[in-house]
């Protein structure tokens, strides 16, 4: 069965309005292992506004709590994370009826922090949502 894929379009107002991605779903290892990861970081950041519900969920869990575990986490850590997350995403560029599509550079793909933050919500999604519902 192939991987999930999700197109995502920017239609809030600003400068990246239209922009075009795919968020493709991670293999079950590597989003474990990410899983993992967010959790050895809300140990090392001392996350504690986790609600006894979520930690019920577990891995489901991350779907509600994963990016303000990321905030939450050191610089280094937050980065390291954040990049996995966003290497499950692809831009799409149409240039006069001819379309490419690439790995998203986050350093030239984005002008809006917003874009950012919705993309790495859908991608947890694309990855943990289906979760929640095992959870429940």
């Known amino acids: 069965m192939a991987r999930k894929e999700i197109p995502f379009i920017v239609e809030t107002e600003g400068r990246d309005k239209g922009k075009e991605f795919l968020i493709t779903e991670m293999s079950a290892w590597d989003a474990d ?34 990016l303000s575990v990321i905030s ?25 009826g001819q379309r490419q599509q690439r790995k998203v550079n986050g350093s030239l793909d984005f002008e809006e922090v917003s874009t950012i933050r919705t993309l790495l919500d859908k991608v947890f999604h694309v990855n943990f949502d289906f979760l929640t519902i095992a959870g429940e």
């Open 33 to 66: 292992s990410l899983a993992q990861d967010i959790f050895r970081a809300m140990g090392d950041s001392n996350y504690s506004s986790i609600p006894a519900d979520v930690i019920a969920m577990g891995c489901a869990g991350l779907a509600t709590v994963g």
């Open 72 to 96: 939450a986490s050191s610089p280094e850590v937050a980065r390291q994370l954040r990049d996995r997350l966003m290497s499950t995403v692809d831009i799409i560029i149409t240039n006069e």
